[in-house]
Nanobody, 123 residues
């Protein structure tokens, strides 16, 4: 069974940065796409950014130039670096993974989800 644990969330002022981590256990993530979603209060969950098994990335337009994703295969961990944060980035951020040998697709049906980590950006 795969477990995903997100960490790194918190309260930050607008313009600040945070780095989220998604640590996977129970199985190697080598051939898994690792992706971040977020859900703000009263809104649907939305795709943020993902990284494929081969390191290719795909991101939502609203985070281009601000968010980057990386992964450490040895640590079985994905990282989300968020810069120039805006109040509208406030949400619970979830990590999700799916076994896939293709590039990240927002329509993937993800196999496993983490419990989420809260990110709050104050104006």
């Amino acid at each position: 069974q795969v477990q995903l644990v997100e960490s790194g969330g918190g309260l930050v002022q607008a313009g600040g940065s945070l780095r989220l981590s998604c640590a996977a256990s129970g199985r190697s993530m080598t051939y898994y796409a690792m992706t971040w979603f977020r859900q703000a209060p009263g809104k649907d969950r939305e795709f943020v950014i993902g990284i494929a098994w081969n390191g290719n990335t795909h991101q939502a337009d609203y985070v281009k130039g601000r968010f980057t994703i990386s992964r450490d295969y040895a640590e079985n961990t994905a990282y989300l670096q968020m810069n120039n944060l805006k109040p509208e980035d406030t949400a619970v951020y979830y990590c999700a993974v799916v076994y896939s040998l293709t590039d990240v697709d927002e329509s993937f049906e993800y196999d496993y989800w983490g419990q989420g980590t809260q990110v709050t950006v104050s104006s």
